[in-house]
């Protein structure tokens, strides 16, 4: 079976990327709460674009071999058992523990393209400090990744009294100043509408990836390595909240997209003082992304590639935005998310807007890479930016 890990599919779900695309054209929509699709051959080329987008990454992940995969059932099902015996799945939040302000930090003048010319930004940095619990299965493991102890954060602020400062958590594959900085059109927020703006990289993306690809080791069906992700992902983001409140700011809100709507999304669960939450095109049930985008070779070969679900829903359970309660008032948390998204499926924004008390959300006709471009999109945040007294 060697042979599969070089055939990990080139064409990942290649009959559902044309079914996928023709459901787009048509308009057809299978959720209830979405909005049918406005049929158009973009929306269906969007819709074809998100699956290749799938297979282009399952390919550069490349198939683990059948003793890869007893290894990371055998280390979810411990995993499983040392939640149980802590009281973390009856009580989630208290997994996450509160984290120590940041005292010391190094800054760094940088430029990059934003738009048609370059503009400085700032580069910071500072000691995670993250550690899992004391016996956590994969504690070890985790910490032995040297380039991840260390946070990075992007800053745009202007010079003057204070303002309103807008975190910015990103997606999957970005962490770069190019691609963050431009993916969340940081023109538009800071010189149009004067935030002051702070780009936190995520664990294992940008400057702290260790893989070809920022983030791909995410990709892997190593659950472990995505529990201790996403809690480390919160405690930085975490952080990057209190350093931003020691300098004084007017508000503070928080915007996050796709991977990085998860992030705020939990974020949200665990901090309070916050003048909006706004999760663009967010993934909120890592197992049902991870079955939905799983390559077919795991499907077709499930003897040696069987997962069991309910350990890694058990596990994840404890870093699912579904399990904890917002502390943010409902009036402040915000939602937009694509009708033909097909790496993140419109069912994810509608269980969060449920989830969340059903807030405002915003429903718009685009895929999932494709969707930050979507004009509508700034519209959006712009709007309940000013609506929460950010701007």
Same mark, same amino acid.
């Given at each position: 079976?060697? +042979?599969?890990? +070089?055939?990990?599919?080139?064409?990942?779900?290649?009959?559902?990327?044309?079914?996928?695309?023709?459901?787009?054209?048509?308009?057809?929509?299978?959720?209830?709460?979405?909005?049918?699709?406005?049929?158009?051959?973009?929306?269906?080329?969007?819709?074809? #674009?998100? &699956?290749?987008?799938?297979?282009?990454?399952?390919?550069?992940?490349?198939?683990?071999?059948?003793?890869?995969?007893?290894?990371?059932?055998?280390?979810?099902?411990?995993?499983?058992?040392?939640?149980?015996?802590?009281? /973390?799945?009856?009580?989630?939040?208290?997994?996450?523990?509160?984290?120590?302000?940041?005292?010391?930090?190094?800054?760094?003048?940088?430029?990059?393209?934003?738009?048609? &010319?370059?503009?400085?930004?700032?580069? !910071?940095? /500072?000691?995670?400090?993250?550690?899992?619990?004391?016996?956590?299965?994969?504690?070890?493991? /985790?910490?032995?990744?040297?380039?991840?102890?260390?946070?990075?954060?992007?800053? #745009?602020?202007?010079?003057?009294?204070?303002?309103? +400062?807008?975190? =910015?958590?990103?997606?999957?594959?970005?962490?770069?100043?190019?691609?963050?900085?431009?993916?969340?059109?940081?023109?538009?927020?800071?010189?149009?509408?004067?935030?002051?703006? !702070?780009?936190?990289?995520?664990? $294992?993306?940008?400057?702290?990836?260790?893989?070809?690809?920022?983030?791909?080791?995410?990709?892997?069906?190593?659950?472990?390595?995505?529990?201790?992700?996403?809690?480390?992902?919160? +405690?930085?983001?975490?952080?990057? #909240?209190?350093?931003?409140?020691?300098?004084?700011?007017?508000?503070?809100? $928080?915007?996050?997209?796709?991977?990085?709507?998860?992030?705020?999304? #939990?974020?949200?669960?665990?901090?309070?003082?916050?003048?909006?939450? !706004?999760?663009?095109?967010?993934?909120?049930?890592?197992?049902?992304?991870?079955?939905?985008?799983?390559?077919?070779?795991?499907?077709?070969?499930?003897?040696?590639?069987?997962?069991?679900?309910?350990? !890694?829903?058990?596990?994840?359970?404890?870093?699912?935005?579904?399990?904890?309660?917002?502390?943010?008032?409902?009036?402040?948390?915000?939602? =937009?998310?694509?009708?033909?998204?097909?790496?993140?499926?419109?069912?994810?924004?509608?269980?969060?807007? &449920?989830?969340?008390?059903?807030?405002?959300?915003?429903?718009?006709?685009?895929?999932?890479?494709?969707?930050?471009?979507?004009?509508?999109?700034?519209?959006?945040?712009?709007?309940?930016?000013?609506?929460?007294?950010?701007?």
């Amino acid at each position: 079976m060697s +042979w599969l890990r +070089w055939l990990t599919v080139p064409g990942i779900h290649a009959g559902s990327l044309l079914s996928e695309g023709w459901d787009a054209y048509r308009g057809a929509s299978q959720w209830n709460e979405v909005p049918l699709l406005e049929p158009s051959l973009g929306l269906a080329l969007g819709a074809m #674009l998100d &699956r290749s987008f799938t297979a282009a990454t399952n390919i550069l992940t490349g198939v683990p071999s059948p003793e890869e995969m007893r290894r990371f059932n055998s280390e979810a099902a411990a995993m499983r058992d040392f939640l149980v015996d802590g009281g /973390w799945l009856d009580d989630p939040a208290a997994f996450h523990p509160e984290p120590p302000s940041v005292e010391q930090w190094t800054a760094q003048e940088g430029s990059t393209w934003i738009g048609p &010319r370059r503009r400085p930004f700032q580069h !910071i940095s /500072w000691t995670s400090e993250y550690e899992p619990h004391p016996g956590e299965p994969g504690r070890d493991h /985790w910490l032995s990744r040297e380039g991840n102890r260390a946070m990075h954060a992007y800053v #745009l602020e202007h010079a003057g009294g204070p303002r309103p +400062w807008l975190v =910015c958590v990103h997606g999957f594959a970005m962490g770069t100043p190019l691609i963050t900085l431009n993916g969340f059109n940081a023109k538009r927020l800071h010189e149009d509408l004067g935030l002051n703006l !702070i780009f936190p990289c995520l664990p $294992l993306h940008g400057p702290r990836a260790s893989g070809r690809l920022s983030g791909v080791e995410l990709l892997a069906p190593d659950y472990l390595n995505l529990l201790h992700t996403f809690t480390q992902a919160v +405690w930085d983001v975490r952080r990057t #909240l209190a350093w931003v409140r020691s300098r004084e700011p007017k508000a503070v809100g $928080l915007y996050g997209v796709s991977l990085g709507g998860y992030i705020c999304a #939990l974020t949200a669960s665990l901090v309070s003082r916050l003048a909006c939450v !706004i999760a663009a095109i967010p993934m909120v049930d890592l197992t049902a992304a991870a079955r939905d985008n799983e390559p077919w070779i795991f499907r077709r070969y499930d003897r040696e590639f069987e997962v069991d679900w309910e350990v !890694i829903r058990a596990v994840t359970h404890v870093v699912s935005p579904l399990s904890l309660a917002p502390r943010v008032p409902r009036e402040r948390l915000f939602i =937009c998310a694509g009708t033909a998204d097909r790496v993140v499926r419109p069912n994810h924004a509608r269980a969060l807007w &449920r989830h969340w008390g059903r807030p405002e959300i915003h429903w718009f006709s685009s895929s999932h890479v494709l969707g930050m471009m979507h004009p509508s999109v700034l519209d959006f945040v712009e709007r309940n930016t000013r609506a929460s007294g950010m701007v």
